[in-house]
């Protein structure tokens, strides 16, 4: 399971209401994964593997790397 936390840069709280999802390296599976919306804590969980991709929150590459456990990202 990923695990993305989005916070707010300004203040550093988490953001509820933001979609994100996955771009998944094409190694494996490959593809983006359906968006989900963060809840109360900022969060949204994925049940993919660990694995070479991107965030994206609301539409916007937020990370780039390796994606696995608890990534966190400041907008």
Known sequence: MITV???SRSTGKPIEG???ALGISA????GVTHGK???SHG???FDVKPN?????VS???EYEGYLS???????
């Not at 070479?52 to 994206?56: D, L, P």
């Open 37 to 39: 919306w963060t809840d």
């Open 52 to 56: 070479n991709g991107k965030v994206f």
């Open 5 to 7: 936390r989005v916070i």
């Open 27 to 30: 190694l494996l599976s490959g």
């Open 18 to 20: 933001k979609k994100v």
């Open 69 to 75: 456990g608890l990534i966190t990202v400041r907008i």
């Open 43 to 45: 969060e949204a969980h």
């Open 59 to 61: 539409g916007s590459t």
